[in-house]
């Protein structure tokens, strides 16, 4: 069912998912009957996107629906919220449950946040 809804969201904005993981209590064994599924992701969008000279939404939020939580961000911004070690992203990268991952970006993504640029 989250893989489902993360091909959804792909069609729904013509981007692509390259990591996605559950985050949040089911991610670290510690969740309730009524835990929802908070998945997160990081997606790439086409080329044009990055070009243009307008800002765009650089975040993509679901509603809560059948118990999931589904939010990603855009590489680009991931990529300046490492630079701060953005907590949330850095349990993100380290959750044990991963629905998509592209290891080439979650490598490179990876070696940014506990590695630095160099």
């Not at 729904?12 to 009957?33: D, H, K, P, Q, T």
């Not at 907590?87 to 990876?110: G, M, T, V």
Request: glycine share 4%.
């Amino acid at each position: 069912m989250k893989c489902n809804e993360l091909e959804s969201i792909e069609d729904e904005f013509c981007f692509e998912i390259v990591y996605a993981c559950e985050s949040g209590s089911r991610a670290w064994g510690f969740e309730s009957l009524d835990s929802d599924f908070d998945v997160r992701f990081i997606y790439v969008h086409r080329t044009e996107w990055y070009l243009s000279v307008e800002h765009n939404r650089d975040v993509i939020e679901r509603p809560i629906s059948d118990d999931l939580d589904v939010c990603g961000w855009d590489l680009r911004k991931a990529l300046g919220l490492i630079k701060k070690s953005n907590p949330p992203l850095l349990e993100w990268l380290n959750s044990p449950i991963i629905y998509i991952d592209k290891l080439i970006a979650s490598q490179h993504i990876k070696k940014l946040a506990y590695s630095g640029p160099n």
